[in-house]
């Protein structure tokens, strides 16, 4: 189900990048694109893209669209292709075979008919218990074993590396329950007109399924639920401060735990879920729990019947018939983030089947489109990153010998993964059927769920993957200090086997650049070479390193991404320091390689310098348009810095982009003196 209570083309490496010269290709950046009419010094972004994104609008169907969300488009076309020869040889399938397994899931998403003639019918067992709650005690048990069907409501639960031991998992247990994006949306003024569609949004729901005795109840069990959410926003926190791992992480006995709740039996939990919690877990955000007993105790039965009835319904919503589907997207969609017309219902289905089958599909995708071959190049481009990473820590002026030798310590033991894992999951205790599209989803909740929280006591597997080989993106995990690349990521403009190396170090070397640039930023840097959060800096350099960190932030806080709205410069630093740290390391990768050939460092294709096409490259990759909602809402939630001010923000800093450009003191694109940032 959609639980927001918790909230590419086939491609092989065909070369390694290692400083040889590459053939020079005139289609690996099409410098027709680039838009005269802007200095490269005054609006780097606007020279490099705004011609391609005034020709390539938003599809309807989008809230944004760029270099990620075409390769994003690409990958989804080739898993469609797989889906439906899935769906089609299910029934001659082997059976039990991931093949139909993804085949009976997709296809009984793109069964209309049966999905709409079912109308609400699957969620009405839910209702009825929910309608039947006499007590509190009888709230508690839902909530229970609604998790232990997969299905949480109220707050997260989850299995990951104990903070302070990272070789064992342990359980952790965190605020949710919202509606809402933030908790900023339930009390600030500019958010009043969204607060009052989803009280619209939540009381046509339960219109749909009859609940209540007609639309002046739904509306008043609506204005419940969104009562009872800002309660729980009002002791939630925000997510600048969920970015510190100290607010995410509070180890207690089962006895410290029931005394902040009284009236929910952790053991009787952490029964019903098959989790082996002994000695303890981290229960994360003890105010928000307590604010949870309190409303055990205060908040009246009808409250709590109207709260959890409605997230039963949202969750199931994109899997029953079409008004529920049409309402989901009228306000998740349209109103949260302008997007215009639903997607195709294949679309919808496909990212259902990743949601429950990602890896298996993932297995699949792999077997076609992403050769051992290219895993093996691949490896060795990300060798050459971490050279240059490894030179930049060793010179940096600020950092003393005592923090660098623990910080090349991290260096050493950086674990790469390309393309996709070395070892696939086990799918056979997964049943699935032809036609029963929400069951099947229900089951493939409920088995994911089992299999994560069936580690929990376990030594932690640091062969597995947390992102599948079809995902156009790439992740660091401080806990396990491994940097992961999918195999759909690893093509232009990223990486092009047809390109110089410029082209390459701009693109993917960034990437990769930036991902290790991870485990030293602003809270990555607070775990050590072993994945726990423990201090390895001296006073003197946590300091220095803070003060650079703030000038970044300030940077980004200057940045307006809509009128009146700027960028959260302390929400997007991790990723802002990954920019910065990982484009100067790319760039100091591509000086290394170039330097094996003289020769081609000095050749010029289309007019420009290698160092030049390394800027163009980067910028490229950041290139898109975004619906003004949709930004919103990011502003609000995204760690990320919106894609325009990506393209500038780390090489504004570099003085090699000012050089390369010619530019002079007092242009935009000029960081220099005391305004310029330089940390990794």
């Known amino acids: 189900m959609k639980h927001r209570c918790m909230k590419p083309l086939a491609f092989a490496l065909a070369m390694t990048l290692g400083g040889g010269a590459l053939a020079a290709s005139t289609t690996a950046f099409d410098v027709n694109e680039l838009d005269s009419s802007i200095k490269a010094c005054t609006d780097f972004n606007g020279f490099v893209n705004a011609k391609w994104v005034a020709a390539n609008p938003i599809p309807a169907d989008r809230t944004r669209w760029g270099s990620f969300d075409a390769l994003r488009e690409d990958s989804l076309n080739v898993q469609h292709a797989i889906v439906e020869k899935a769906a089609r040889e299910a029934a001659v399938a082997k059976p039990g075979s991931i093949e139909q397994k993804i085949g009976y899931l997709y296809a009984s998403g793109m069964d209309e008919a049966a999905i709409d003639r079912a109308g609400f019918d699957p969620v009405k067992p839910q209702l009825a218990r929910i309608g039947g709650l006499k007590n509190r005690a009888d709230v508690v048990g839902y909530i229970r074993d609604s998790y232990a069907r997969g299905e949480p409501v109220l707050f997260r639960f989850f299995g990951n590396a104990d903070f302070k031991d990272s070789d064992r998992q342990i359980a952790y247990a965190g605020q949710g329950g919202l509606g809402l994006p933030t908790v900023d949306y339930y009390s600030k003024s500019d958010y009043a007109k969204i607060r009052t569609a989803y009280v619209a949004h939540i ?99 009808a409250q709590w019947q109207a709260y959890l009835r409605y997230h039963a319904i949202a969750n199931a919503a994109p899997y029953l018939s079409a008004p529920f589907q049409q309402e989901d997207f009228a306000f998740n969609a349209q109103t949260l983030n302008g997007q215009k017309e639903m997607k195709p219902r294949w679309k919808r289905v496909l990212d259902a089947t990743n949601d429950g089958m990602g890896m298996a599909l993932g297995q699949l995708y792999v077997a076609d489109h992403f050769s051992p071959v290219s895993k093996q190049r691949a490896e060795e481009l990300v060798a050459n990153l971490r050279a240059a990473f490894r030179t930049r820590i060793e010179q940096l002026e600020w950092m003393s010998d005592e923090t660098r030798q623990k910080a090349l310590q991290k260096w050493a033991t950086f674990v790469p993964k390309i393309g996709y894992p070395d070892k696939w999951r086990d799918w056979s205790g997964l049943a699935l059927t032809p036609h029963n599209y929400f069951g099947n989803v229900q089951a493939a909740n409920k088995f994911n769920y089992d299999y994560a929280i069936a580690k929990i006591g376990k030594p932690v597997d640091r062969t597995e993957w947390g992102m599948t080989p079809q995902t156009v993106n790439a992740y660091y995990s401080a806990q396990k200090n491994e940097i992961v690349f999918p195999a759909a990521i690893l093509q232009p403009p990223f990486f092009d086997a047809n390109a110089d190396d410029a082209i390459n170090y701009g693109g993917i070397g960034a990437v990769i650049g930036h991902e290790m640039g991870h485990g030293y930023d602003d809270q990555g840097s607070k775990f050590d070479a072993h994945g726990n959060n423990v201090n390895w800096w001296t006073a003197a350099d946590r300091t220095a390193f803070e003060a650079r960190t703030t000038k970044l932030g300030t940077q980004f806080d200057g940045y307006e991404a809509l009128p009146g709205k700027h960028v959260n410069g302390q929400l997007t630093m991790g990723e802002n320091i990954g920019d910065l740290g990982g484009l100067n390391a790319a760039y100091t990768a591509l000086q290394m390689a170039l330097a094996k050939n003289p020769a081609e460092a000095r050749r010029k294709i289309d007019g420009y310098t290698q160092d030049q096409r390394f800027f163009l490259n980067w910028a490229r990759v950041w290139r898109g348009n975004i619906r003004p909602e949709a930004q919103l809402t990011l502003l609000n939630t995204d760690p990320h810095a919106p894609a325009q001010f990506r393209a500038i923000g780390a090489p504004s800093n570099m003085p090699e982009f000012a050089r390369a450009f010619r530019c002079k003191a007092g242009d935009a694109m000029v960081r220099d003196g005391a305004k310029q940032v330089k940390i990794w």
Do not use: C, I
């Open 203 to 301: 009381a046509k729901l339960l219109e749909l399924t009859g609940t209540g005795t007609g639309a002046a109840d739904a509306q008043q069990q609506a204005k419940s639920v969104l009562a009872f959410e800002t309660r729980l926003a009002a002791v939630s926190l925000p997510p600048v401060e969920m970015r510190n791992p100290q607010n995410r992480y509070h180890y207690v006995s089962l006895a410290e735990a029931d005394k902040v709740t009284p009236d929910f039996d952790w053991a009787a939990f952490f029964k019903a879920q098959g989790a082996d919690v002994k000695d303890g877990f981290s229960l994360s955000q003890p105010k928000f729990f307590a604010e949870v007993q309190k409303m055990l105790g205060d908040v009246p039965l």
